[in-house]
C-alpha cells in the first residue's frame, strides 16, 4: 500500500476542517481557526469537503444529533475531535494520525453502507450508533413550550398579507404526532411537534401550511399509521410516491405576487460559516427568496434573552468585533479583507500592544472606506433608521446600512482598546436574536446572511449558562 | 508574423490539452500563493494544489438522496471540457488545431455551455444550497453574456472575419487591445464570470455553504474546481489571438508569446479575485444591462466606423 | 479540419474518464456515498428539486430578444467594413432600437426583482 500512504500523506499536509462553534465556545473556534492555519490545513463550510470535524466545546442532545448528521454526511477519510482551548494541538495531532491510518480509513469505509438513508428509521439508527447518544434526554413538553415562547415573540409583529387566504389549509387540529407512537424517532418528531403548537396557537395563518403537507407524508412513511383521520386534500397530494426516499417534495405557496411557487424550507444554523453560533433560522424559501422565517437557539431552553456575556478583558470585546467584521466581509466575498481583519483579531488575542492593534484597526477602516465596490454592494443592504431601532429595541450602533454597521464594528473595536471611558460595546444592550427573523423576511439569503453577519452579535450564551440562570 | 495560421495534425490535441493543463496548474499554485499569504501564517502555499489533487484523488465519492446524478455529472465534468474545446481554436503562433472559419463564433458557443453545466452541477445534488447556488450563476449569466458576445464582435469587425488566426494577424500594426479597450475590458470580465470566478462567485459563495460545490467531494469536486481554472486559462488564451496581438512581439518566436500573455493575464484574473468584493446578481444584473451593454456597443460602433473608414 | 476538434473532444473525454477510473483505484472506496444534502446539519424537510421561483425571469425575455438580435450581428461583422456606412447606420439603428427596450423594461423594474 505504498501508493496510498504517500497519497495519505500529501493529502493530510492540507486537511479540511468542518469547525463547529457551539454557543459559548467562540475563543475555542477562534484558536482553533489559528491553529488549523499555521498547519496548512483549511477551514472549510460543507461536510463534503471535510476530512476532519472539529466540535469546539461539548455538545447539549439537540447538535449531537446534528453533528451526528455532518459526520455521517462526510466522505471519508474522516477524523472527528472535540477540541478544547488548551488542548488543541494534541486534539487536531490525534486527527491527522486517524487520517493517515490508511487500513483504519478503509475499515471505516467499508462499514458504511452505501445505500440511501433517506428513511427516518435508517437514518435515527445510524446516528446512533455513530454518535452513541440517547433523545430520550430531549424532554418534548418542555421543547414545545419554549418554542411557543419564541413563536409568541416572533409573530406579534408579522405581517402576513401574502398568506391570508390559505387559512383553510392549515388545518392541524386533527393531527397529533406525539401520539402516534413514534417515540423512538427523537429529535425530527419533536421538531415537528414543536412547529405545529407554533402553527396551532396562529390559528388561521398559513405559512406553515406548506411545509405541513410534507410533514404528514413524512409520518406516513413512519408507517401509514393514522392518515386516514388526517385531511391533506387540501394541499393535492396523496400518495406515498410524493415521498421518495422519506422525503417529501416541496409543495406549493402564494409568493408576493400571487402565484404559486414552491415553498422550500432551509435551516440556517446552527453549522453555516459566519453564522452566530447555536442561532437557527428556519426560513421558507421561494426561490432564494425569505418569505417566513422563525428563529430558535440550539439547545437552548429560553431562547428569548440572553445576558451580556463576559469577555476576558477588552482586547477579546475588540477581537470579537473584528471576528464580526470578518464574517461580514467574507460574506461579501472580499477575501483579502476578511484574511486582514482575522489576522488583526489573532493579534488582538496573542499580543497585547493596544497602539499597534489601533493602527492596524485604523488601515482596516481606511481600506473599507476606500473600498467603493465594498460599499456598493453593502449600500442600502438591511438600513435601519432611528425609528426602526426604536420600533425592534436594537442598539444604536446598528443604525444605518451593513455598510455603516461594519464600519462601525471596527470603530467600536477601536473604542474598545482605547481604555475603559473610550469603551462603547459593553454599554450597549444585547441584540435579543428573536429581531433576526424581523430583519431577513423578505430578503433574500445573500443580503438576509449580510444583514445577520453586520448585527455584530455578541456570542450567544452557552446552553448550560442559560439552563442555570 | 505569419499572414495564415498552419493547421496540425489531430494528434497534437493531447500537447495543447497538456499545455491548458500546466496553464491552470499555474494558476492554481498562483492562487495557493496569494491566499497563503494574505493569512499570513502557514506553508507558502506553493504546493497547495498537488497536495488538494491528491486529498481529492484519496477522498470517496458521495452521491445525496434521489439526487439526479447523470445531470450532475454531466455539470461538473463539463466544465473542463469546455476550456479544452475553447483551446482547439486558439493559435499557438503560427499553429492551430482547429483552424474554424467562424472560430469567435465556436468561443462564444463554448462559453455559453458554462449555463448550463455551472446550472447543472447545482440542479443535481438536489440539495437547497447546490440549487440557489445554481440560479444564482443564471442571473449573472444573463448580465454578461450579451455583453461578452459584443465584445467578442469588436475584433471579428476590425478583422472583417470570424477566423481567429485572421484576427490575431490583422494586429500587426496595432494591438485590438489598444483602440478598443471597453470591449477587451467586457471581454475580461465575461471570461472571470464564466469560469465562476473573482467577483462572480457568489454562486459558490460561503453564504450558501459552497453553494453548486456544496455537496461535491472526490473526483466529481476535482473536475469541477480543474474545470474553473482550465477555463480561467482557456479564456485567458483566447484574448491572446482577439485583443494581445496573437504572437506578435520581438525576439521570441510567436508560440512563446502567445504563451507569456496567456500567463500574464491568467495572473491578473487570480489576483484580481483577491482585490475584489463579489457582484452581487442582483445588484450585477442592471450594471450590465445599462453600464457594460451601451458602453460595448458604443465600443462596437466606434470600431466599426474606424474599420470602415479605413477600407 | 473538423479532425482537430474531434481529437480534442476524444482527449477531454479520455482524460475525465481517465481520473474517474483512477480515482476508483486510489480513493479510499471505489463506490460513491449516499447522504442527505447538507442543511446545517438538520434533515432536509423537503426535495430541493422544486419549481424554484426565479423572480429575474423579465430579464430572460430581455436576454432572448437580444440574443437572437445576435445571430445577425455576426455574419454582419464580417462585412461591415466592405460594406461601409449602410450597414453600419442599419446595424445601429436596430440596436439603438432594441435597447431602448431595455431601457423601457429598466424603468418598469424588469432588472430588479430584490
Redesign the interface.
Known sequence: MGLSDALAKYAVDQAHVLLVELPGHWLTRVAAEQHIRERGWLPVSTPANADVLAVCGTSGPEMTAVVARLWDQMPGPRARVEIDAPHLAAAFDRAEAELLDVGGQQDDSRSRAAVPDGEPHRDEHREVHHGGHHRGGHGGDGKGGDTDQVGRAQHAGMDHHEQGGQGGNDDHGGMDHSGMGHGGHGAREDQDGMERHEHDRQGGMSHGAMGHGGMGHGAMGHGGMGHGGMDHGAMGHGGMDMAPAGIPLAQGGEDRDGLEMDVLHLRMGPVLPHWPAGLVLRSSLQGDLIVDAEVTLVDARLPCDQGDVSYPDVHHRAARRCDNAAGLLALAGWDDAASRARRLRDRLLTDRDARKAAEGLARLHRRIKRAWLLRWSLRGVGLLTEADLARLGLPGHLRGDTCDRLLCMIERATADIAGPDGGSSGASDPVSIVKVCDLVRGLDIATARLVVASLDLDPLPAASEVAHA | MPDTVT????????A??AILGLLATFAAVLDGVF??R??????SGL??P???L??L??????????A?TLLWRIGS?GL??MA??I??VVPLGEW?????D?G??WFNAMDVLAWAFVWLTG?G????????GG??F??HG??Y??PL??AL?AP???A???NVGTVASAQADLWFVVWMPVAFLVYCTGVVAIAVWG?F??AL??????GV???????D???FQGGRYALLAAGAAFAVPMFLGGGAGPVLPGWAWVLVKTVALLAVFVWL????????P??F??VG??VL??AV?VQD?LV??V??W?? | MYSGAAAMALVASVAVAGLYGLHRLVALAPDALTVLPFQSGWRPEEHALSRYHVRWYLATLLFLAFDVEMLFMYPWAVVAAELGATAIVEMFLFLGAVFVAVLWAWREGALRWV
Not at chain 2, 494574505?38 to 506553508?43: K, L
Not at chain 2, 484523488?57 to 434521489?66: D, G, I, L, N, Y
Not at chain 2, 460545490?213 to 473526483?219: D, F, I, K, P, R
Open positions: 493547421t496540425v495534425p489531430a494528434g497534437w490535441a493531447l495543447a490539452a491566499t497563503a494574505a493569512a499570513g501564517a502557514g506553508p504546493t497547495r498537488f497536495g488538494e491528491a486529498r484523488m484519496r477522498q470517496r465519492r458521495r452521491t445525496t438522496v434521489a439526479d465534468s473542463l471540457f479544452l474545446m483551446v482547439t492551430t488545431l482547429f483552424d474554424l467562424v469567435v463564433i440542479w445534488a438536489n440539495s437547497v444550497h447546490s440549487l440557489v440560479y444564482r443564471l442571473a444573463l448580465a453574456e450579451l458576445m459584443f464582435v471579428a469587425v476590425a472583417s472575419s470570424l467577483p462567485t457568489p459563495g460561503s453564504d450558501i455553504a459552497g460545490t456544496a455537496e461535491l467531494s472526490g473526483a469536486r476535482l473536475v479575485r483577491r482585490r475584489l468584493p463579489a457582484f452581487r442582483d445588484l444584473m442592471e444591462w445599462l451593454l451601451p456597443l460602433l466599426a466606423v474599420a470602415a479605413r477600407a
